[in-house]
């Protein structure tokens, strides 16, 4: 073979190759996620999600293509967003960060199926007609963390039951307060407290809500289970710590980063069981024949250092409720 034909062999392989490498990839199913938050910020529940995933048969990159879509603590952004991954066509649409996320979903498609992770009351905020036959195509995991802000606040009471006032922060934008406002109003009244709300949709108002805190009056605070004061954790944790506020939180991540206590669930593996579930639609499975699951287990974390830190003694009776004391 001459040196001048070889080359344009070679020339020609080289053209086709990437062409066929660009069809495999497109005959691979596509996986939209759709996340309230920014990859870093929920980068352990992300890493559960692809263990579930990987679990159910499916890498991304090798049998599974992933099409992200962040909104970034924003919004009023998931209904665009989700826009885009229906006119990518994607095969199933994951939706991270509670109802909003996937009514915007829900909102964009009545045909490409849904799974969708969260902690309030997928019946309630109109996600789902029901946990143990969604139906349509939409289906998912819950951690119902909203419907605990009752219990949250009681626990909270438990460890400074001389405080008369307390605070509730909670996310506007999130647009689904409703329930867990009227949950920890109706405990407020049942245990003798005021309970004053303040609201925060971003950095700086997280910061002034301290203040109005202060002003207030009130001796402790519940935040409010959202995604966007889970991205905003060590924020919070550190102004609890300036002004000497106890406060309790959704889940464990908080107490870990020095917040006095949390009750919630393993928000992890809810994200683990979606990548299950989204593996299995891609094999077939109908969102309509796959019951919503829910978290059974839920867990009390304090922190004691934290406890020392605010001049709070924490009972034995409280420490031997807590599946977990932080020392």
Known sequence: MER???ITLLGGAAASWPFAVRAQQSAMPVVGYLGVLSAGEVRDLHIAFHRGLKEAGYVEGQNVTIEYRWAEGHYDRLAALAAELVQRQVNVIVTAGGSASALAAKTATTTIPIVFSGGDDPIESGVIASLSRPGGNVTG???FSTVLEAKRLELLHEVVPNVN?????VNPSNGRLEAALRDAQE?????????IVLNASNESEIDTSFGTLNREGAGALLVA???FFYSRRDQLVALAAR???PAIYQIRDFTAAGGLMSYGTNVAETFHQVGIYAGRILKGE????LPVL???KFQLVINLKTAKALGLTISNAMQLLADEVIE
């Open 243 to 245: 002004h000497a506020v």
């Open 187 to 195: 405990a407020a009244v049942r245990i003798g407290i005021r309970l």
């Open 294 to 296: 829910q978290s059974t």
């Open 4 to 6: 001048r034909e070889f």
């Open 286 to 289: 109908k969102p309509a024949d």
């Open 225 to 227: 289970s959202d995604a």
């Open 165 to 169: 006032v307390m605070a509730m922060l």
């Open 141 to 143: 995991a819950t951690f």
